[in-house]
């Protein structure tokens, strides 16, 4: 079925440093979500996109609706253990349906 | 805080048994989807509904799934028969619908079939 790419798989660094993700595809988007997954339980979301372009920032998290529409990205600055988890980006198709699918998402380990 | 209520929160039967797994979405919401995650394939879409009418299951397998929503309070996930590879997280997710989705997650009812 239809996949969003999201690199990198996997990142193990240290507390302090700041992450990057990202997400592409080769079908245009209307909407990108990203969200956190903690171990035994669903996603939480983080930020919501809606416009290409569009920059948005939730505390140390920011994040950015690539002007293709075609692929996001996720920043996080001064990691801290907290950030340990697994990140997932989302798109929702355009039209009507509104049919989200997700990437493999991005497991993040933090070494204090 | 408003939440999605996923029962039961672990569930684990014998092969041939049938499962059935509910959801109560966020109240006010009108779409409601259906996840698997595992390892191997991450979080894959099996249904979603619109206002209680299923918009798509192309990603459920149709010979021994089922999804309904009864009502609006009350979505469910069955599988008939169950078998070892249907092993896995199935999460709900209810949003508010229209062009700029935001979907909120249950805790997710881990299946272990044996």
């Known amino acids: 079925g239809q996949q969003l790419n999201q690199s990198p798989q996997s990142m193990f660094i240290q507390e302090g440093e700041d992450v990057s993700m990202n997400c592409t595809s080769s079908s245009i988007f209307n909407t990108w979500l990203w969200y956190k997954q903690d171990p035994g339980e669903g996603p939480v979301l983080l930020i919501a996109?809606?416009?290409?372009?569009e920059l948005t920032s939730n505390g140390r998290l920011t994040a950015q609706f690539g002007i293709t529409r075609k692929d996001s990205f996720l920043n996080i600055s001064a990691s801290i253990p907290s950030d340990v988890g697994i990140y997932f980006c989302?798109?929702?198709?355009?039209?009507?349906?509104?049919?989200?699918?997700f990437g493999q998402g991005t497991t993040l380990q933090v070494k204090p | 805080d408003a939440r999605v209520t996923q029962t039961p929160r672990h569930k684990v039967t014998e092969m041939g048994q049938e499962v059935t797994m509910r959801c109560q979405p966020i109240?006010?919401?009108?779409?409601v989807f259906w996840y698997r995650q595992t390892m191997m394939q991450g979080l894959e879409l099996l249904a979603y509904?619109?206002?209680?009418?299923?918009?798509?299951d192309s990603g459920m397998p149709k010979d021994r799934f089922s999804a309904e929503m009864p009502d609006a309070t009350l979505a469910t996930l069955k599988i008939q028969p169950s078998e070892p590879r249907d092993s896995a997280v199935y999460f709900c997710?209810?949003?508010?619908?229209?062009?700029?989705?935001?979907?909120?997650f249950g805790s997710g009812t881990q299946l272990s079939v044996l």
């Open positions: 109240l006010g919401h009108n779409t």
């Open positions: 509904f619109r206002n209680r009418a299923p918009l798509d």
């Open positions: 997710a209810s949003g508010l619908g229209g062009v700029n989705e935001k979907l909120f």
């Open positions: 989302a798109g929702q198709w355009p039209g009507n349906t509104g049919k989200l699918i």
């Open positions: 996109l809606y416009k290409a372009g």
